[in-house]
């Protein structure tokens, strides 16, 4: 046996006005499909669940017994009607990203503040740092910023692949360094200095590693940090000369440290990984559209 909850209303509204034109006029139904309706449903109970009594309706003992189940499965679909109707206009839901440490504290923070201000009700779930790009998480999140476009490689090919923003990588060093006062630094340079980097991993740092590969620069000493906020901490204190993207240094005025553009020039580009179109929750294309993001701008794998 199979019931239709629309059967099931509509034999609750009948039981509450006590007749079939009534029931259909709130129904907004001609009264020959409300009659379908309560026959079909009859017939699938098994028995009669109500009688005409003198031109009214009279429940049976069986309709009488449904009744509390049916009030029951009306307000459970008027529960459901509120939460869908919320879920449609963005008063409820969370946005799910996976990003890097760097994008986390740099990049996402005026986005997400717009975001905000545009969908007060709806929950960010902000996860940073390598470890929860490796994991299964990355299987269900709405977005995934990362900083190498080599690492797409690592995701199904279901995933469509933006390109975020593109950054100058400038060279950092302590203002009375030998080298802070010249317009520009090569890697040739460096060679002897100390430097200070991130983790193999970073996208700066694997930009970096490919440049000095390619001017044939070995750096001889060198110090690893886990986070942007070490480079900047450590090049203060004078341990080395560092690599930030510019967008970094323009947040963080506070460092006591001198700027300097590198030769050759080199660019740190992030990207943005969401599931393909019609994958996507409505949140996720809110924010998309928050970010002004086209097909037409997806990235090959």
């Known amino acids: 046996m199979a019931l239709d909850s629309e059967q099931l209303l509509t034999f609750l509204v009948l039981a509450e006005t006590g007749s079939v034109s009534e029931t259909a006029r709130r129904l907004h139904r001609g009264q020959p499909a409300i009659s379908g309706r309560l026959r079909k449903l009859t017939e699938s109970v098994g028995e009669p669940l109500y009688v005409h009594d003198g031109g009214k309706i009279r429940l049976t003992d069986m309709g009488l017994a449904l009744l509390p189940e049916i009030q029951r499965l009306r307000t459970n679909m008027q529960v459901l009607e509120e939460f869908v109707g919320k879920k449609q206009n963005l008063e409820l839901g969370t946005l799910r990203l996976v990003a890097t440490s760097l994008i986390v504290n740099y990049h996402l923070p005026q986005v997400l503040h717009q975001f905000r201000q545009q969908y007060p009700h709806i929950n960010l779930l902000i996860h940073g740092g390598e470890r929860y790009w490796q994991g299964s998480l990355v299987e269900r999140v709405d977005g995934i910023f990362f900083e190498n476009r080599g690492d797409a490689a690592q995701l199904s090919t279901s995933y469509d692949i933006y390109l975020w923003h593109r950054d100058d990588i400038l060279a950092i060093m302590p203002k009375e360094h030998p080298l802070a006062d010249q317009p ?113 701008e997806n990235i090959e794998q």
């Open 184 to 296: 520009y630094v090569t890697l040739e340079q460096l060679r002897d200095y100390p430097l200070v980097w991130r983790e193999p991993s970073s996208g700066t740092r694997r930009i970096l590693e490919k440049a000095f590969l390619a001017r044939d620069v070995q750096p001889t000493h060198f110090i690893e940090v886990a986070d942007v906020e070490s480079v900047g901490a450590l090049v203060e204190a004078g341990l080395g000369i560092g690599f930030v993207p510019r967008s970094v240094i323009e947040r963080r005025r506070d460092w006591q440290v001198q700027k300097v553009p590198a030769i050759p020039s080199m660019k740190l580009e992030t990207y943005l990984a969401v599931p393909a179109k019609e994958q996507r929750s409505r949140v996720l294309r809110a924010f998309l559209e928050l970010l002004q993001f086209s097909a037409a």
